[in-house]
């Protein structure tokens, strides 16, 4: 069993007119090499913080803290970073909007052909063998090769970007809201695929979403992330079966799913607000089964292998 | 203004809508058509909930553009009640778009930033106060509508930037009830924001439609937020209506390729996760 | 909106950049309204001769003569001081005009649409395509000499930016919903014009304003330097300078009497930094994009 990723403490923050931002507030994370992890979130919570994190494109007003390992680097240790022999050999970044990502002066063929010849200085040739052998595994043909991202529809353009990010040969491979700028009956087809090649490369993938319903049907494991912290870890079907924190059990109450009737029961109160800091449990303002532990910040419980919660109601689970 | 009440509150007849294209330049003047909703026909009944759904491009935001009266469509009529609101001028079509209580896309982009919200939720009423809606009368409906949606009393004195995604969305809601409006669009209303606070919206939309039963009109491209309000869906593809019909025969036996593409999407994804409710 | 004012003036306070702007343009006022009781020869500084100009010609800065004499005799210091006042008269006067004719124009053209907004901008970029000099030329033929040449030439040249930058800023808001919104709520033009519109393009508009009372300083300057605004003797810096090129013996007045050229040029380059400074803090504050995440030394 070989470590992907170890996160331990990790915290990232912002400088904003001199004032330190927390948005990843020490997260512990480990996870295996070829497995999909999917952080679950809702905006504000830090998640695409933690995505750029991995990925090495913070900005430099960025604050680093605690520990990040991808394999054998350690990326960051305390303040310092260093991403050298990380970007695009060891990490692949899927972003959010397929539609800005593109250069629109460029064909598909000649981003393949940068792309490889920052990594690998690859000529065209090659650029254009491996386009050739990658785009049939997204479905898409060689013809897209000619063209430019405009010409391309929306759901083209994300495969266009996730073939892209194979073409690395990154280990991990990192997806920021792959489906929010899809619609709503496109967003399957896009996940199953990458489901799928994280199966076929032996990839390990991390998915950043808040779309739990569609995203989750390729996870491993889920971890859901509340206000810069992660809530709950876990097998897939433990943490959806089996929710061992209030936040997540509310989560799934609250999802709309199509063809089951209910009346959705919302979450009260709104997330809180980006940088503050709080010694009790984050979710105490929304949680209906707060008592008078929940005034201190609660500890990691352990509900089984590889199964945590940070709540201090984790074992009983009133809510279940 | 003395309504005959006939039976439908907005009927669309044969409309074909699009846009003029522009030429940049000297060339401006001289325009082509660019069609986006052909031979649309369509009618809103009272207390009526519909959902126009299509995927994104389709022209749905189109086919409101034509129906709130800023989008004069190339041929076909529209009507609310029984005046076709492109034959009046814009001071007369405003009084009767008065009916309609609409709420836009994006809440952050909606609400003017220079304005607190006690007069963002003023604004429509302003027009009633040459008819003898008294200032005190005004602010007592003003409270009335902010209790409501759910938001506290001390909104009314703050901007919006104070303001989350969530309550954004309430006060735009609140500013469509104002005028007290016989039929409510709802422009993809919960597409930016979270999901807890999307199920927050559509509990307050089912909430108001209990209460006044206006007629909703709910535009989206996500299917299972439609279920939630609507009765009726109307599928919107290749710039004509293709499917139309009660919300759970259209599930059941779906016709178009969108309706068939997303009900099979839902189906696996629920024999995926295996979930009981 | 005075809220919003408010918390942009604060933030830039906390700028040492701002505060340097600040402080030289409340002198700069502070020095125009007072001038006439500061300045030890206010008469001279007008303009008139003294009788004793063979014995005060071309003195150097001394502590009677605090920036010396020019060629005729008169007190450079009175001169340059009085100047102050023409100067900023000139340019608070074209950036008012121009900066309320170009928003209302922009506004209406983004406004309004179709045939209206075409006109309006051929018309406008008719305007922006002139050179300042050659209205300021055809003015000088026609109108005569006056302070009124400078300023209606550079305000028949300046009103066209103004009108383009509020054309451009109000396309975006027109667009919003919330003018949508306002018109269906069947809200009068003007009213939608003045509570929506307005409001949320002007704070771009002031900034470059203020930013630009040192270019139009500069330009005012070069027209009174070309002659073709005000007369000699009048107390303004581009015709103190004219006047020390031209009476003083051509350009010998660089090496036998610098200070001609250094005492109006100093005061031009700092009351036109000062401006800068404080236009630069406040757009960095309006416009996030603008703003600089991390701190230089100032």
Redesign the interface.
Known sequence: MVLAIVMENLKVGYIIEDEVFWAVKGVDLVVEEGTTLCIIGESGCGKSTLASAITGILPPYALTDGKLKLFDHVVINGQLRNYNGIRGKITAYIPQNPGTSLNPFLTVEEHFYYVLRSNFKSDREFSKKIAMEILPKVNLDSSVLEKYPHELSGGMQQRVIIALALATNAQILVADEPTSFIDAHLRLQIIELLGRLQREFKKTLIVITHDLLTTSTICDYIAIMYAGKIMEVGPREKVLRNPRHPYTKMLLETTPILGVKKRLKPIPGEPPSLGKEYQACLFLDRCPYKSKECYSDPQIQVIENSHFSKCWKALEAPWL | MVMKNPEYIIKLENVTAGYLITPPGIRSLIKTRYIVLKNINLSVNKSERIAIVGSSGSGKTTLLKVILGLLKPFSGRVFIYEYDIYRLPWRERVKILKKIGYVPQDPFKSLNPMLRVKDILREPLEAHVIRGYKESKIESKVKSIVKLVGLPEKVLEMYPEELSGGMRQRVLIARALVSEPEVLILDEPTSALDVSVQAQIINLINDIYEQFKPAILLVTHDLSIAQYIADRIIVIENKEIVEEGLIDNVLSNPQSHFMKMAVSSYKDNKNKLKLEF | ?I??SFIILR?SLRKIRFKIGIVISLVAIFLAILAPYIVPRPQEGLGYVPRDVEARRLLPPSIEHIFGTDSLGRDLFSRVIMGTRTALLQVFIVITISFLLGLLLGAIAAYLRG?VE?LLNYFTEIFMAMPTIVIALVLRLTLGHGIHVTISSLIMTWWAWYARIAYVYARGVVE???V????????HSLKILH??IV??IIQPLIAQAITDLGSVLLEAAAINFLGLGVQPGYPEWGVILYESVFYGGGVEVFTQAPWLIVFPGVFLLLVTLGFSLIGDCLREEIDPRLRR???LWF
């Open positions: 909106m809220r919003r933030r045939l075409v919003l919903d919330y949508i919104l306002a018109r269906l709520a069947g809200l509570r929506h409001p949320n995440r991390w701190r």
